[in-house]
T-cell receptor, first 112, second 112 residues
Framework: SQTIHQWPATLVQPVGSPLSLECTVE??????LYWYRQAAGRGLQLLFY??????ISSEVPQNLSASRPQDRQFILSSKKLLLSDSGFYLC???????????FGDGTRLSIL | AQSVTQLGSHVSVSEGALVLLRCNYS??????LFWYVQYPNQGLQLLLK????ATLVKGINGFEAEFKKSETSFHLTKPSAHMSDAAEYFC??????????WGAGTKLIIKP
């Protein structure tokens, strides 16, 4: 069966520090991969999605970036974090665009 | 553009009572519709989905939803609430590119 892993589960970072969040999927090949941010009391905001290695689409301009160095690995990065980057970050995958998305357990990021 | 409206950021019901969570959408194409559940500090779990066919969709944990095209609605129901149903519920619709458009979520509170 397919599984998705996100780490770390929680992270506290100072303003201006770099960020790297990792997501991996097991048990499938060539998945569609997604990064979302969920701010407190709000819905999900799609940040990036990828349909294949090296193919990244950005939905919201910001100081975050994403990379897909391997088929089942999706990384969310920032060179300098802002206070507004705080939130709950969720990675998801789907077998194809018209299939339901399956979510990891999320990373709670706090910026001090 | 597609949009999703979930009526009520918080819904409170007594244990054993009917659960009704409302979702209305706008879509220029035949929609795919989804309900997800999120427990505290966890990712989202798919409850049920509508793509085509029967308009009454049954999901996990005793939940079901009915697609009503004339009302552009996809309300989530459960005949008898259980304490373990306390969570946040998200409705989503896929757009013409199969990206998910999310509602803001409804927190379900179960009173003993």
């Amino acid at each position: 069966s397919q599984t998705i892993h996100q780490w770390p589960a929680t992270l506290v970072q100072p303003v201006g520090s770099p960020l790297s969040l990792e997501c991996t999927v097991e048990g499938t090949s060539n998945p569609n991969l997604y990064w979302y941010r969920q701010a407190a009391g709000r819905g999900l905001q799609l940040l990036f999605y990828s349909v294949g290695i090296g193919q990244i689409s950005s939905e919201v301009p910001q100081n975050l970036s994403a990379s897909r160095p391997q088929d089942r690995q999706f990384i969310l990065s920032s060179k300098k974090l802002l206070l507004s980057d705080s939130g709950f970050y969720l990675c998801a995958w789907s077998p194809d665009r018209d299939q339901p998305q399956h979510f990891g357990d999320g990373t709670r990021l706090s910026i001090l | 553009a597609q949009s999703v409206t979930q009526l009520g950021s918080h819904v409170s019901v007594s244990e054993g009572a009917l659960v009704l969570l409302r979702c209305n959408y706008s879509s220029s194409v035949p929609p795919y519709l989804f309900w997800y559940v999120q427990y505290p500090n966890q990712g989202l779990q798919l409850l049920l989905k509508y793509t085509t066919g029967a308009t009454l969709v049954k999901g996990i944990n005793g939940f079901e939803a009915e697609f009503k095209k004339s009302e552009t609605s996809f309300h989530l129901t459960k005949p008898s609430a259980h304490m373990s149903d306390a969570a946040e519920y998200f409705c989503a619709v896929s757009d013409s590119n199969y990206q998910l458009i999310w509602g803001a979520g409804t927190k379900l509170i179960i009173k003993p």
